[in-house]
Structure formats: structure tokens, C-alpha cells
């Protein structure tokens, strides 16, 4: 089915900021465009902001003075719903509770024709549940825009049981005519980006929980290390505390309570307390004039070790030694055969494997060893996180430090606690990507678009499980389970298929390209 002509009416109902923006973007692709919100008042401020927005765009060039004009007078306000009755598509964007979804669809179908379409832009509410109180379920489905709506790319379509066809392609069709890119999901908690995205949040608030680190350190490990474009903490403070809360409380609570999404007290705690984050002046930081930035920890400097020998038989080995011959470092290579990256000062180099140090080197019999965080690129890090075995005498942990300096690494001490920042955030993408594929709720490319153009991730998670290794993955999360002995560590069914197609020598990818049936 064709995309809605840009003659044909579209109503938003919600003056908030994703239904003001959600508006600016029909308007701006040439529909005609009412506004409506229970409050007038509201529906009446935010079209003059949109087109003060407009106007903006004219000013830098963005649009002409003509276009920006032409947009504008678009978009007018609602004063009741009988005033949408020749709407075409009717796009919800109110307050995020079931019951008043359901209302608002119900007064609809008595005001508007039977061809008009029906969209929510609920975040993780079930589609199938809002469909289900309507006299013709099959003209709603779900039509997700990320904030902001005029710049972002993405807007996830979900199905519901009851979603037709036809209403799906004419949604995915208008979407995309206004530009944006698609992605379809099945009606499943989280849908696709709010249920992968979880594990980027959980595992620092537990590590921060745990004493691990503070919230300065991890956001700066999960950007220099780990390329994400913000760290956890200063995108909980962007999006809001008691929002992120409460989408993470919704998918606890339509999974029915499984242990992979249960929020965390602190965030309780500071949603109580009203420390929301930037839109409150105080969250995980303080926001405000005079406010000095949070300072991430970092080794004092250390002198370069004499003696270096580099094992380049892996990509980190390889990363170190281009690093340090760029540097003008003088060193040895040799291959190792077991993983190990480097050796310095009696003490061996690996990446984690999310065991602690000190009981991979009672394991290795290698008393004196320190584990590297995995980063998204070796070679283009500007932090790195390691931690050192109980056995690892404080020279050669100093020259390890000296080591990484002298490559011109950042490194940050951590201490020797089950699983390092990055690897083990990255690998519970990977897991929660691996388990929304394998139960078919979307696409192996439609998981990965979501995840790059929804939250800004530098790559895919299951890209870059394939990058990392599928089995690398896997054994990461037994070794996490391992140690916290909590069963939110467990492998998806998929995860563990694709570690043993790799033992069998299977390209790991031709196997999950052909799951995802959304």
C-alpha cells in the first residue's frame, strides 16, 4: 500500500514535545497537520513553536524563507476532536498509560472514517492491548519516533496481532516518504530499541552499585573505549531519570518480572527524590553555572618499561604494536598462541573474559596477570580500563600502566571484580539483540538500523557480536552468571546455537540472517 497522499489530513493528538515534533514532521513533507491536546492552551503554544522552529530553519538556510512559510500554515490547533474527522492518520502521543490509549482510539472511531489510519507513538506499551479495545483493531499499529522527531532517522512500525497488513505498509510507506528510516517489530516489551538498549544502562548503574566505579569513569570508558557517543549516566541526566525509570519498569513488568530488566534502587532513590537529571538541574550530576564537569579516574603517569614484547597474533596485539611503533617505542613481537597481547615487567597481558583477574591467573597458573577492557577499536581507543590479579606485584602493574601510556591510552584502574565495563555491557547487548532475534520479533538488519539510528550505538549489537566472536560472547555472560550467580546473566537460546555453529566451523552470520520474521 501506497504512503498517505500529502493531501490528506493528519492529526496528532499530545502537545508535548514528541507530538509537537511528530507534527513539524508531517507538516514539513506537505500535509496539512491539527494539533489537539486536552489542554487548548497547549496545542495553541506548541504550534507557535513549531513555527518559530520553522522559521529557525529558514534563518540558517535549512529551508527557504518560501518553504518555511508554507510548512507553517500547515499546522493549525485542534480545539476537540470532532475537528479531526477528515483526518486521514491519527498519530497518539499521550501520556504513557494503557487505559488512557484506549479511551482516546475508542472517541476516534466515532469521529473519523473508516479508512483512516490509527498510530501510537507509545514507547513500550503492547500495540495488541491498545488495538484490542477498538471496534477495528486492524487499522492500529504502533508508529515509534525518537526524540527529537525532526532529527532522528528512525521510527520503529509495530505490529500487533491484530494489525493489518495494509495498515503496516501504509505506515511504513509514510515514514519513509517523510523521510525517515523504518524498522518493523513485533508488538514485544520494549519493542526493539527501548528492550536491546536496557543492558547499556543496568550494567553501570550495577558496577557504580557495586563500588566498581563512578558515573564520570564509566561514561568515559563507555565513550573512549567502548565509541558509544554518550556514557550512560549523562544519558540517563539527557532523557530524564523518570523516564528511563519508567520505561525500564515497563519491561520488568511485561516480561512479567524477569530478573534481565529488573530496575535498579538508585534510580528509584533519585526519581524519588527528584533528581531527574539536566530538565531538573541534578541528577547523576550537577547541572547549572560554575558547575565544574566530572573528571574521569586515570593513572598518574608512568615511565615506559625497557623491556616489551607484543603478541601481534591478535587484534589488540596488533592495535599495541602499531600504536607503540608510532610512538617510536621500542619493543619485541613474538605470537602467543593462548590470547595474551603483551609482556612486561613478568606480568602478562589479556583481553577479559569476564572472569576477575585473580581467578583467570590461579586458572592459567600465570600469578602475576592483568586483563584490558575490550574497546570498539583498538587502535583509535583514547581509554582503556584494566584491572590487575591479587598476584601481580605493584612493578609490574605500573608498567603495564607505563605500557599503555606509552601507546597513548588513558587507563583507568579498576578493581578485580567479575567482567570489565565495556566487554561486559557490550556483551549483554549482544545477548538481549541475540534473544529479541531468535524469538523472531525482529530482523537481524532491522535490530542493528535500530540500535545505530535510535540511540546513536557506533555499531549493530549483533555486527558487532560477529566482530567480537559469538562464543566470545557466550562466554562472557557464563562467566558473569558464574560469578553473580543471578540468573539476568543467562544465554539467549539464539546466542548459544550461533557458539556452536562457530565450533562447527558455520558462519555464524548466515544463521541469524535467517531468523526475524516481524
Known sequence: MSALPPSRLVAVIGAGVMGSGIAMVAAAAGHPVRLYDLQPEAAANAVAGIRRQFAKLAARGKLSEQQAEAAANLVSPADALDALCEAGLVIEAIVERLDAKQALFRQLEAVVADDCLFASNTSSISITAIAAALQQPARLAGMHFFNPAPQMALVEIVSGLASAPHTLQ????????????????????????????????????????????????????????????????????????????????????????????????????????????????????????GVSPPVAQSEPPQPCPLHITVFDDSVAGQALAA?????????????????????????????????????????????????????????????????????????????????????GLQVTLLPDAAGLPVLRTVAMLVNEATDLLGQGHASAHDIDTAMRLGVNYPCGPLAWGEQIGFSTVRTVIRHLADSHGEDRYRVAPLLERLHFAELCGQPAAALYHQRGTA
Request: charged residues 20%.
Open 170 to 289: 501504509a505506515l511504513t510507506a509514510t515514514a519513509q516518504a517523510w523521510g525517515k528510516t523504518t524498522v518493523a517489530a513485533r508488538s514485544a516489551p520494549g519493542f526493539i530499541v527501548n528492550r536491546i538498549a536496557r543492558p547499556f544502562y543496568s550494567e553501570s548503574l550495577r558496577l557504580a552499585q557495586d563500588g566498581i566505579a563512578d558515573h564520570a569513569t564509566l561514561d568515559a570508558l563507555l565513550r573512549e573505549a567502548g565509541g558509544f557517543r554518550m556514557g550512560p549516566f549523562e544519558l540517563m541526566d539527557l532523557i530524564g531519570l523518570d523516564i528511563n525509570f519508567a520505561v525500564s519498569q515497563s519491561v520488568w513488568q511485561a516480561t512479567f518480572h524477569d530478573p534481565r530488566y529488573t530496575p535498579t534502587l538508585t534510580q528509584q532513590e533519585m526519581v524519588n527524590a527528584g533528581w531527574l537529571g539536566r530538565k531538573s538541574g541534578r541528577g547523576f550530576y550537577h547541572y547549572g553555572d
Open 323 to 407: 600504536r607503540l611503533a608510532q610512538a617510536g617505542v621500542n619493543f619485541s613481537r613474538s605470537h602467543a598462541g593462548d590470547g595474551c597481547i603483551a609482556s612486561v615487567a613478568g606480568a602478562r597481558l589479556y583481553p577479559s573474559d569476564g572472569h576477575c583477574a585473580s581467578r583467570r591467573a590461579l586458572e592459567s597458573g600465570q600469578p602475576e596477570l592483568i586483563l584490558l577492557d575490550l574497546a570498539l577499536d583498538y587502535a583509535r581507543a583514547t581509554r582503556l580500563a584494566i584491572q590487575a590479579s591479587a598476584g601481580t606485584s605493584p612493578a609490574a602493574r605500573d608498567a603495564a600502566i607505563g605500557l599503555l601510556q606509552a601507546a
